[in-house]
T-cell receptor, first 116, second 114 residues
Framework: NAGVTQTPKFQVLKTGQSMTLQCAQDMNHNSMYWYRQDPGMGLRLIYYSASEGTTDKGEVPNGYNVSRLNKREFSLRLESAAPSQTSVYFC???????????????FGDGTRLSIL | AQSVAQPEDQVNVAEGNPLTVKCTYS??????LFWYVQYPNRGLQFLLKYITGDNLVKGSYGFEAEFNKSQTSFHLKKPSALVSDSALYFCAVRDGRAGTALIFGKGTTLSVSS
């Protein structure tokens, strides 16, 4: 099972360049997320999509945009990359919250992005 | 606001010994708590969760976690550590403002020596 697939795995950009990180899941999950992981800071939520057609800001949305292309795909775009956006980016998906239950999130293997 | 804290950056144990990775939480309302593990150059893998019910939660790879409401803790435990358990461990809590998104602790590196 592929689970959550992220592309590319590695990328080096120059300051001011733009790029889109791709994410696709094959588990028929409604909810998808983008996090960034920085040393000593855990993971921080950038944007999330509770269901197809909706997106919302997380803790650190500045400098990013997202598109929920369909139920499977959720992309993250850096319009004008900055060195502060050097990080490892993770996409995740989960079943929608129904009542009090909390489904686990399934993560991709990440995109390691370096901005010079 | 919801938050979790992992007070130890690193935990070192010998193979075969019990291990504990600590986590404390601060939430309004019922806590939905999770543990994840991350191996080098990989994404996070779900270990276990506490939603409601028994305070001792059993998860993958022989791990378990004890929910303690009075101490607002959710410590991860394993009776006998393996070298292959060496990894980065994250405690997380549901972010009530962002659907089913999670708020993560900073992570604890577990090192198991042979």
């Amino acid at each position: 099972n592929a689970g959550v697939t992220q592309t590319p795995k590695f990328q080096v950009l120059k300051t001011g360049q733009s790029m889109t990180l791709q994410c696709a899941q094959d588990m028929n999950h409604n909810s998808m997320y983008w996090y960034r992981q920085d040393p000593g800071m855990g993971l921080r939520l950038i944007y999330y999509s509770a269901s197809e057609g909706t997106t919302d800001k997380g803790e650190v949305p500045n400098g990013y945009n997202v598109s929920r292309l369909n139920k499977r795909e959720f992309s993250l775009r850096l319009e004008s990359a900055a060195p502060s956006q050097t990080s490892v980016y993770f996409c995740a998906s989960s079943e929608s919250d129904r009542g009090a239950s909390g489904g686990p999130q399934h993560f991709g293997d990440g995109t390691r992005l370096s901005i010079l | 606001a919801q938050s979790v804290a992992q007070p130890e950056d690193q935990v070192n144990v010998a193979e075969g010994n019990p291990l504990t990775v600590k986590c404390t939480y601060s939430v309004s309302g019922n806590p939905y708590l999770f543990w994840y593990v991350q191996y080098p150059n990989r994404g996070l893998q779900f270990l276990l969760k506490y939603i409601t019910g028994d305070n001792l939660v059993k998860g993958s790879y022989g791990f378990e976690a004890e929910f303690n409401k009075s101490q607002t803790s959710f410590h991860l435990k394993k009776p006998s550590a393996l070298v292959s358990d060496s990894a980065l461990y994250f405690c997380a809590v549901r972010d009530g403002r962002a659907g089913t998104a999670l708020i993560f602790g900073k992570g604890t590196t577990l090192s198991v020596s042979s």
